[in-house]
C-alpha cells in the first residue's frame, strides 16, 4: 500500500515557475513507477508526466514537454514536478500516482492516488 500526499500548489502568474512536491510512504518505493496528472474544470484527468522507478525514464504529455520537468528521490520517497512558463490552460488540479512497476500514461494503470493539489495561473 501507497499513500501519496501532494505539496506546492498556488495561485501565479502567467510566465511564473513552481515546483510540486509528492511524498510517499510505504516500501519499494524505487519499485514504483510515478505520474502526475491534471484535471481542470469539467474536463477529464490528464496524464502531464511520469518517471520510472529508478528514475531513468521519463514520459511527458505534448502540452507541457519543454516547460515542465518530472524528477524523483527515492531516498526521500518522494516525486517532484517543476514547472516553468506556467500558462493559464495550465491551471488544474494536480494529482500524484503510483503504480507498481513500469511507467504507463493511461489513469486506469494507476491504482495509488494523493487528494491533489490546487494550481492556478492567471493571465
Known amino acids: 500500500q501507497v499513500q501519496l500526499v501532494e505539496s506546492g500548489g498556488g495561485l501565479m502568474q502567467a510566465g511564473a515557475s513552481l515546483r510540486l512536491s509528492c511524498a510517499a510512504s510505504?516500501?519499494?518505493?524505487?519499485?514504483?513507477?510515478m505520474a502526475w496528472f491534471r484535471q481542470a474544470k469539467g474536463k477529464e484527468r490528464e496524464f502531464v508526466a511520469g518517471?520510472?522507478?529508478?528514475?531513468?525514464?521519463?514520459n511527458y504529455a505534448d502540452s507541457v514537454k519543454g516547460r515542465f520537468t518530472i524528477s524523483r528521490d527515492n531516498a526521500a520517497k518522494s516525486v517532484y514536478l517543476e514547472m516553468n512558463s506556467l500558462k493559464p490552460e495550465d491551471t488544474a488540479v494536480y494529482y500524484c500516482?503510483?503504480?507498481?512497476?513500469?511507467?504507463?500514461?493511461?489513469?486506469?494503470?494507476?491504482?495509488?492516488w494523493g487528494q491533489g493539489t490546487q494550481v492556478t495561473v492567471s493571465s
Open positions: 500516482a503510483g503504480r507498481f512497476g513500469g511507467l504507463r500514461t493511461q489513469r486506469p494503470e494507476y491504482p495509488y
Open positions: 510505504g516500501r519499494t518505493f524505487s519499485s514504483y513507477a
Open positions: 518517471i520510472s522507478g529508478s528514475g531513468g525514464t521519463t
